[in-house]
């Protein structure tokens, strides 16, 4: 099964920017595309972000025009630019690969996360 593994989350004041690397343990089937999450502490885990079957890209509305999602596929990498953060941001984030034909369907199991604090 494949694992993945997130970095680059940390401490960043109200306003600043994050980017925070996935890094998968195997190939993905086409099946699956990459996408984002985070879970804040007493939350269910929340979608945020995905590349679609045609390449193109999706966002929660609580994201969209702050955080980009990005793929090296030569290292197989899909990367998280988060920019304009707030302090609802505060959460541990995840990624997986989420099946095309149900999103409640994923690639591997949830790695650890990263945690991202957004904090004056």
């Known amino acids: 099964q494949v694992q993945f593994v997130e970095s680059g989350g940390g401490l960043v004041q109200p306003g600043g920017s994050l980017r925070l690397s996935c890094a998968a343990s195997?190939?993905?089937?086409?099946?699956?595309?990459m996408a984002w999450y985070r879970q804040a502490p007493g939350k269910q885990r929340e979608y945020l972000a995905a590349?679609?079957?045609?390449?193109?890209?999706n966002y929660a509305d609580s994201v969209k025009g702050r955080f980009t999602i990005s793929r090296d596929n030569d290292k197989n990498t899909v990367f998280l630019q988060m920019n304009s953060l707030k302090s609802e941001d505060t959460a541990v984030y995840y990624c997986?690969?989420?099946?095309?034909?149900?999103?409640?369907?994923?690639?591997?199991?949830w790695g650890q996360g990263t945690q991202v604090t957004v904090s004056s």
């Open positions: 590349f679609t079957s045609g390449g193109s890209t």
């Open positions: 195997g190939r993905i089937s086409s099946a699956y595309t």
């Open positions: 997986n690969g989420r099946s095309i034909y149900n999103v409640n369907i994923y690639a591997g199991s």
